[in-house]
């Protein structure tokens, strides 16, 4: 059985050419993408990543800060950590303003945790596309 | 500032949404994929919802 040929990996864009819109989508959900001059796609996800945000926000999700210990609480927090940051400006301005909700128990607790942190998932997944956009993979 | 009580539906729900939203955007290549990707992972976040509700609701006797 022939074996599949693999299709030729693309050249990796230069990095003058994604940096901005990947630097700017980190600071600001969709950024990229209005520098890029995708205004409607732009603006819907600046408004997802930013209500899921104020939404954990308001349910009163913790922030998870980074911990040593054992490895499943390493993964947990570092992992929390890293979704957090990822939301940008949003992440800066409310640490910066003070927001420091203690871990408690309670569902809505839970949630608020949870949209926090899938705002910064969400927002890596922009800025991929921010970044595919600018290097011409994506239109 | 003001806490905000949602139900787990209503929070499952807003999630779903927004979420929703980001992958049609992100993953597919013109404006009707994106909308019918969009509108596919809604609908699959609203079944998981109510499966998986509905099982913890006979799990648990």
Redesign the interface.
């Known amino acids: 059985m022939a074996a599949k040929e693999k299709p030729p990996k693309e050249p990796m864009p230069p990095i003058n050419v994604w940096l901005a819109p990947v630097a700017l989508g980190w600071l600001v959900p969709g950024g990229g993408h209005f520098l890029l001059k995708r205004t409607g796609r732009a603006a819907l996800l600046c408004a997802s990543v930013t209500c899921m945000f104020v939404l954990g926000l308001l349910m009163r999700g913790a922030m998870f800060k980074p911990q040593s210990g054992d490895i499943l609480t390493v993964l947990i927090n570092w992992g929390g950590f890293i979704g957090d940051i990822a939301s940008g400006l949003l992440y800066l301005l409310t640490t910066w303003l003070g927001y420091s909700q203690p871990d408690m128990p309670g569902a809505v607790h839970d949630y608020g945790s949870k949209f926090l942190v899938t705002a910064g998932l969400l927002n890596i997944l922009v800025m991929v596309d921010a970044y595919e956009i600018a290097g011409g993979r994506k239109s | 500032?003001?806490?905000?009580?949602?139900s787990?539906f209503e929070?499952s729900f807003?999630?779903a949404v927004?979420?929703s939203?980001?992958?049609g955007?992100?993953s597919k290549?013109t404006d009707k994929e994106r909308l019918n990707y969009g509108l596919y992972v809604f609908g699959c976040f609203l079944a998981a919802l109510f499966g998986i509700g509905w099982l913890m609701y006979f799990g648990h006797g």
Do not use: E, G, I, T
Not at chain 2, 1 to 6: A, D, E, V, Y
């Open positions: 500032m003001p806490k905000m009580n949602l787990h929070a807003l999630f927004f979420s939203v980001v992958l955007v992100v290549r």
